[in-house]
């Protein structure tokens, strides 16, 4: 009898207290156009307890009784929140976007021929005034009638002036009577040249008649070459088949490379027996230094030419291997004779082409009839 007597009087004197538990469902729209609001946040101030919309705009809000009188906040974001004290009669609460006013801003479009002429008048601060010259290691296949011909194993020393003042002329020159790049004089005309040119490889679009010449526009900015860089377009005033792009970085103003791409006359005369059509990609890329100065990083050369003959076509295959900074301490080997392109014999090590993953060597075993 003593546990159901001690029980008896806690039941007396302690009242039990229970939590009836409230439940608010209602919908929620736009004023504007009474759109349902997506995902708006229905919490009880100063509580733990929340729900959000549906895409219709339903909520449902469960809470105890305890909460009934605290204020219920409703927000989402792009409207102006809202506080319900009653939830008696609401069922449908609409929403006012909020209205943000910004600062005026002024867009000016960027001048193509201003970025050109900066990069103009930043040419002997951007780049190098020293003499530089570098080796190139290349190979080129011969191929006539589909049949290949040969393979030649090319080292030539390829330089650049740099910008000096007495001449103020950049230039590249290359340690050879038959220079490998497309300034050829031996070539006498192409048809449908594209070339990717440096800025040392011509003078013209630093010169201030260019703007004269050519119509500006700026087509784009992107990475090129590893550099943030406008790209401008010119085209030509004379001859609408003319095309250049130029890249000039954006923080140094400074010219990286010149894409030009024009179609010449086919001549109506008997072309000479090694005319050539040629297709070149080329570029030499500017690196600058740790000490803020310009170099030539590297220069490549793709080439694909077509050589006229009455009997057979000659293609060839050009593809830069290599270059390296050192300058060649030991002279060139001399070319057999003055038509030859490069007609020698280069030899590396098995860790050379290994590296650079080169095919392996044509062999051919005699090179008779070959001009």
Same mark, same amino acid.
């Given at each position: 009898?003593?546990?159901?007597?001690?029980?008896?009087?806690?039941?007396?004197?302690?009242?039990?207290?229970?939590?009836?538990?409230?439940?608010?469902?209602?919908?929620?729209?736009?004023?504007?156009? $009474?759109?349902?609001?997506?995902?708006?946040?229905?919490?009880?101030?100063?509580?733990?307890?929340?729900?959000?919309?549906?895409?219709?705009?339903?909520?449902?809000?469960?809470?105890?009784?305890?909460? $009934?009188?605290?204020?219920?906040?409703?927000?989402?974001?792009?409207?102006?929140?809202?506080?319900?004290?009653?939830?008696?009669?609401?069922?449908?609460?609409?929403?006012?976007?909020?209205?943000?006013?910004?600062?005026?801003?002024?867009?000016?479009?960027?001048?193509?021929?201003?970025?050109?002429?900066?990069? %103009?008048?930043?040419?002997?601060?951007?780049?190098?005034?020293?003499?530089?010259?570098?080796?190139?290691?290349?190979?080129? *296949?011969?191929?006539? *009638?589909?049949?290949?011909?040969?393979?030649?194993?090319?080292?030539?020393?390829?330089?650049? /002036?740099?910008?000096?003042?007495?001449?103020?002329?950049?230039?590249?020159?290359?340690? %050879?009577?038959?220079?490998? &790049?497309?300034?050829? %004089?031996?070539?006498?005309?192409? *048809?449908?040249?594209?070339?990717?040119?440096?800025?040392?490889?011509?003078?013209?679009?630093?010169?201030?008649?260019?703007?004269?010449?050519?119509?500006?526009?700026?087509?784009?900015?992107?990475?090129?070459?590893?550099?943030?860089?406008?790209?401008?377009?010119?085209?030509?005033?004379?001859?609408?088949?003319? /095309?250049?792009?130029?890249?000039?970085?954006?923080?140094?103003?400074?010219?990286?490379?010149?894409?030009? $791409?024009?179609?010449?006359?086919?001549?109506?005369?008997?072309?000479?027996?090694?005319?050539?059509?040629?297709?070149?990609?080329?570029?030499?890329? &500017?690196?600058?230094?740790?000490?803020?100065?310009?170099?030539?990083?590297?220069?490549?050369?793709?080439?694909? $030419?077509?050589?006229? %003959?009455?009997?057979?076509?000659?293609?060839?295959?050009?593809?830069?291997?290599?270059?390296?900074?050192?300058?060649?301490?030991?002279?060139?080997?001399?070319?057999?004779?003055?038509?030859?392109?490069?007609?020698?014999?280069?030899?590396?090590?098995?860790?050379?082409?290994?590296?650079?993953?080169?095919?392996?060597?044509?062999?051919?075993?005699?090179?008779?009839?070959?001009?």
């Amino acid at each position: 009898m003593k546990y159901p007597l001690i029980l008896f009087f806690l039941i007396i004197h302690f009242p039990v207290v229970s939590q009836t538990q409230l439940q608010w469902k209602g919908r929620i729209l736009a004023k504007k156009d $009474s759109t349902p609001v997506f995902n708006a946040h229905i919490y009880i101030k100063n509580s733990n307890i929340s729900t959000s919309t549906n895409e219709q705009g339903y909520f449902q809000l469960n809470y105890s009784e305890t909460n $009934s009188n605290s204020p219920i906040l409703i927000s989402c974001i792009g409207y102006k929140p809202v506080i319900i004290q009653k939830t008696k009669n609401t069922r449908t609460i609409y929403l006012e976007e909020n209205t943000y006013t910004l600062m005026e801003i002024v867009v000016r479009a960027i001048d193509p021929k201003k970025i050109l002429k900066t990069a %103009q008048e930043n040419f002997t601060r951007n780049y190098y005034k020293g003499d530089i010259t570098k080796n190139i290691y290349y190979y080129e *296949n011969i191929v006539s *009638n589909d049949e290949p011909l040969r393979r030649l194993e090319i080292m030539t020393k390829v330089g650049s /002036k740099g910008f000096q003042n007495h001449h103020k002329k950049p230039d590249f020159y290359v340690y %050879q009577k038959r220079p490998v &790049f497309n300034n050829d %004089q031996s070539f006498y005309g192409a *048809n449908g040249i594209d070339v990717l040119y440096s800025l040392a490889w011509t003078q013209t679009y630093l010169d201030k008649s260019v703007f004269k010449k050519f119509r500006f526009s700026l087509k784009r900015k992107s990475n090129f070459l590893g550099f943030e860089a406008y790209h401008l377009l010119l085209e030509s005033k004379q001859r609408p088949d003319h /095309k250049t792009s130029i890249y000039i970085t954006v923080k140094d103003n400074a010219i990286i490379a010149i894409n030009e $791409s024009f179609q010449n006359d086919i001549k109506k005369e008997a072309e000479p027996e090694h005319f050539y059509f040629l297709e070149s990609i080329q570029y030499v890329d &500017f690196i600058k230094s740790k000490s803020g100065k310009w170099h030539v990083n590297s220069i490549d050369d793709y080439r694909v $030419s077509i050589r006229n %003959q009455l009997v057979n076509k000659t293609r060839r295959y050009i593809k830069v291997l290599s270059t390296k900074e050192a300058k060649i301490e030991t002279d060139l080997p001399k070319v057999k004779r003055e038509t030859d392109l490069y007609d020698y014999d280069v030899t590396y090590d098995e860790g050379f082409w290994k590296d650079f993953n080169a095919p392996p060597l044509i062999k051919v075993e005699s090179m008779e009839g070959v001009n």
